[in-house]
């Protein structure tokens, strides 16, 4: 049974970039007799706000998408992400990072055009040079003793090593050779932030049987470390589909500060489900 979902930060309004891919997956479970599942992606305690979830779940009833289930909100279940955290840390995959965001950015410029440094594809943000990756165990257990401020990060090159290649499978494409060094050795948890967006949409989309995963192509370039994790944690392996962006008339991808293209502006001026239907989808 094909299983699709939804899974939408509250930080902000939905806008029709959310109702393109929310109908797109809850098309595809419906079409097919399976389960359309929503999400709550609230692991971000200082951006996500209560009012935007109701928002959420109002919005996308207007506009005629119902959802099978419990909503899962995910920062009712930090417990699972740390039990994920503690498998990784006992396979040797993950290590503690002390560097702040300021040292990396030096050490990234001092590499100059070292492979390293280059940007990631990810919104230009420069990969992480693997500073602390090397640290002695005991230093690294006096730091964190100490009581220094760590993030966790995970040692892609010796988690390949334990995995060998990796593959999956994009609709309409066929097979994707995974390519986790793409995005370096990503943050898993940070003391503010128990858990990443890596590691919770990877454990949550296995633990919700999720077949299909529908999104953004902006996150195209993450499923390579999503691969990585499934296999690193024995987790099924979903279908993938990423869709298009939608943007403006200048070609501007939406975003959810473009308050006047947000489903309840649309709605305010009049806007009908059929109206923002057609907008989302033509």
């Known amino acids: 049974m094909i299983v699709t979902r939804f899974a939408p930060s509250p930080t902000g309004y ?68 740390t039990a994920a955290l503690g498998k990784l840390e006992a396979m040797g995959v993950i290590y503690p990072c002390f560097c702040t965001r300021a040292a990396i950015a030096a050490e990234i410029a001092r590499a100059g055009s070292a492979p390293q440094g280059e940007a990631s594809p990810i919104e230009g943000a420069p990969l992480y040079p693997g500073t602390c ?48 060094s793409l995005l370096g050795d990503v943050v898993l948890a940070r003391k503010d932030t128990p858990t990443s967006y890596h590691l919770a949409v990877t454990h949550d989309d296995a633990l919700q049987r999720v077949t299909l995963v529908t999104r953004g192509a902006d996150l195209f370039i993450a499923t390579h470390i999503h691969r990585l994790l499934q296999a690193l944690l024995d987790l099924p392996v979903p279908r993938y589909r990423h869709h298009k962006l939608l943007t403006d008339a200048r070609g501007k991808r939406f975003a959810k500060r473009d308050k006047a293209l947000t489903l309840r502006a649309l709605r305010e001026a009049g806007r009908t489900p059929d109206d923002v239907r057609a907008l989302a989808e033509g």
Do not use: M
Not at 23 to 34: F, P, T, V
Not at 59 to 71: N, Y
């Open 14 to 81: 939905l806008h029709l970039g959310h109702a393109y891919s929310a109908l797109g997956a809850w098309r595809a479970a419906r079409a097919a007799g399976g389960k359309f599942l929503l999400r709550i992606e609230d692991i971000d305690r200082t951006r996500c706000k209560p009012e935007f979830t109701a928002a959420i779940l109002e919005d996308l009833a207007w506009l005629g998408i119902d959802w099978d289930g419990a909503v899962r909100r995910q920062s009712e279940h930090f417990d699972d992400y």
């Open 133 to 180: 990756r090397t640290l002695p165990v005991d230093e690294r257990l006096r730091r964190v003793a100490a009581g220094e401020s760590f993030a966790l990060r995970l040692d892609v090159a010796r988690a390949l090593a334990r995995t060998g290649p990796l593959a999956w499978e994009e609709e309409n494409e066929g097979s994707i050779a995974a390519d986790p």
